[in-house]
Nanobody
Framework: QVQLVESGGGLVQPGGSLRLSCAASGSILSIGVMGWYRRAPGKERELVAF???????NYVDSVKGRFTISRDNAKNTVYLQMNSLNPDDTAVYYC???????????????WGQGTQVTVSP
């Protein structure tokens, strides 16, 4: 089995920063793309950022210049550094990874449980 465990969410004032982490564990042979999604109250889930195993990165326009995604392949971990946070960033953040298990010849998508980020004075 494969698990993704997120950490680092919380309450922060506008203009503040948070760093999210997501560690994958289990019978992992390799991990392809890893990403962060968010779902704000009353809105659809949106892709915030992703990073491929080769280091290709993309961000949704609303976070460009403020958020930075990175990964540590040795630790099977993806990070999201969030700076200059504003109330519109309030959401539950989910990590996502394409994982190939030792027993498989294909990649499957796994999700973390979500971590709440609240930006409020």
């Amino acid at each position: 089995q494969v698990q993704l465990v997120e950490s680092g969410g919380g309450l922060v004032q506008p203009g503040g920063s948070l760093r999210l982490s997501c560690a994958a564990s289990g019978s992992i042979l390799s991990i392809g793309v890893m990403g962060w999604y968010r779902r704000a109250p009353g809105k659809e889930r949106e892709l915030v950022a992703f990073i491929t195993s080769g280091g290709i990165i993309n961000y949704v326009d609303s976070v460009k210049g403020r958020f930075t995604i990175s990964r540590d392949n040795a630790k099977n971990t993806v990070y999201l550094q969030m700076n200059s946070l504003n109330p519109d960033d309030t959401a539950v953040y989910y990590c996502n990874a394409a994982v190939r298990r030792y027993s498989n010849t294909y990649y499957s998508t796994y999700w973390g449980q979500g971590t709440q980020v609240t930006v409020s004075p």
